[in-house]
């Protein structure tokens, strides 16, 4: 079945640095999201990138499909971008499976 | 963007009750899920649903599960009898088309079963 491995499962800042997340699939996709979940839980959508590169701000995404990755970059990160990042691949079907996360701290 | 919402944001109930979590999907869109995240625990799917059937289920989507969405209303995800394990946070989305294409999330509905 599809597999998401995320990397790394954490990862502590310093304010203003730029932060590298990486998400892996087993198979191929045909489409694929970023999420930011609050430390609340609320899940709120970062990108919806299947292919290429998009940028919103100070977020940019790539994903390149025939390595099967994508990545999420964040410049400058600030305190508020603290919490937990997910990537989800879907495939053929309609389901999108889940990586486990990666928990951003950025202290200042 | 587009939203989609759901009711209520908790819900508390003893196990063996049954449960209803209402979701309201994104407006025109015909494609819906539900997905499961135990807390601190990863991101579920359970299922998703067109033209008012089932399309496909995953394990965790056990017989005391039923979805629905009668007469374009809210998509319902039903638990009977409700386990202890079935405390978690759902969550609810919906896209426009089938596969590859964006599928837009709730908030969640935090149940916990006592």
């Known amino acids: 079945g599809q597999q998401v491995q995320q990397s790394p499962t954490s990862l502590v800042l310093q304010e203003g640095e730029n932060a590298e997340l990486q998400c892996n699939f087993s198979?191929?996709?045909?489409?694929m999201q970023w999420f930011y979940q609050r430390p609340g839980g609320s899940l709120i959508s970062v990108f919806y990138?299947?292919?290429g590169t998009k940028q919103s701000g100070r977020l940019t995404s790539t994903t390149v499909i025939k390595e099967r990755r994508s990545s999420l970059h964040i410049s400058s990160s600030q305190i508020t971008d603290s919490g937990t990042y997910l990537c989800?691949?879907?495939?053929?079907?309609?389901?999108?499976?889940f990586g486990k996360g990666t928990k951003l701290s950025v202290k200042s | 963007g587009p939203k989609v919402l759901q009711i209520p944001s908790h819900q508390i109930i003893d196990m063996g009750q049954m449960v209803t979590l209402n979701c309201d999907p994104v407006s025109n869109h015909l494609y819906f899920y539900w997905y499961k995240q135990i807390l601190g625990q990863q991101m579920e799917f359970l299922v998703n649903?067109?033209?008012?059937?089932?399309?496909?289920k995953s394990k965790l989507f056990k017989d005391q599960f039923s979805v629905e969405r009668p007469d374009g209303s809210y998509f319902t995800l039903k638990i009977q009898p409700t386990a202890l394990e079935d405390s978690a946070v759902y969550f609810c989305?919906?896209?426009?088309?089938?596969?590859?294409?964006?599928?837009?999330f709730g908030p969640g509905t935090r149940l916990t079963v006592l």
């Open positions: 990138n299947p292919s």
């Open positions: 989800a691949m879907g495939g053929s079907n309609a389901k999108l499976t």
């Open positions: 649903f067109y033209n008012g059937k089932v399309m496909e």
């Open positions: 198979t191929s996709l045909n489409s």
């Open positions: 989305a919906s896209s426009s088309y089938w596969g590859s294409y964006e599928q837009y």
